[in-house]
Nanobody
Framework: QVQLVESGGGLVQPGGSLRLSCAAS????????MGWYRQAPGKQRELVAT???????NYADSVKGRFTISRDNAKNTVSLQMNSLKPEDTAVYYC??????WGQGTQVTVSS
């Protein structure tokens, strides 16, 4: 069991940046995959990025080159640096640990 708490969401103008953080309640060193997902209104939840315990990353095509996922096993955190944000990035962003554990989500709104 692991609890996840996301932070860092907010309102940002197109072209701006945000950094999301996910704090885990226990050591994440043994969790093979950590990830970020998002869900926009009226749409299904979709993968944004994942990172393995070895640091191998995977990104959705829509965010490649703009978003960077990282993990700090010593601090039990996973982060998502989001640059060059677009209105279509507006969604609730969720942190996921392993196959079954989700955070409560943090809202990201990209609008002028």
């Amino acid at each position: 069991q692991v609890q996840l708490v996301e932070s860092g969401g907010g309102l940002v103008q197109p072209g701006g940046s945000l950094r999301l953080s996910c704090a885990a309640s226990r050591n994440i060193f043994t969790i093979a995959t950590m990830g970020w997902y998002r869900q926009a209104p009226g749409k299904q939840r979709e993968l944004v990025a994942t990172i393995s315990s070895a640091g191998v990353t995977n990104y959705a095509d829509s965010v490649k080159g703009r978003f960077t996922i990282s993990r700090d096993n010593a601090k039990n955190t996973v982060s998502l640096q989001m640059n060059s944000l677009k209105p279509e990035d507006t969604a609730v962003y969720y942190c996921k640990a392993g196959a079954a554990f989700w955070g409560q989500g943090t809202q990201v709104t990209v609008s002028s």
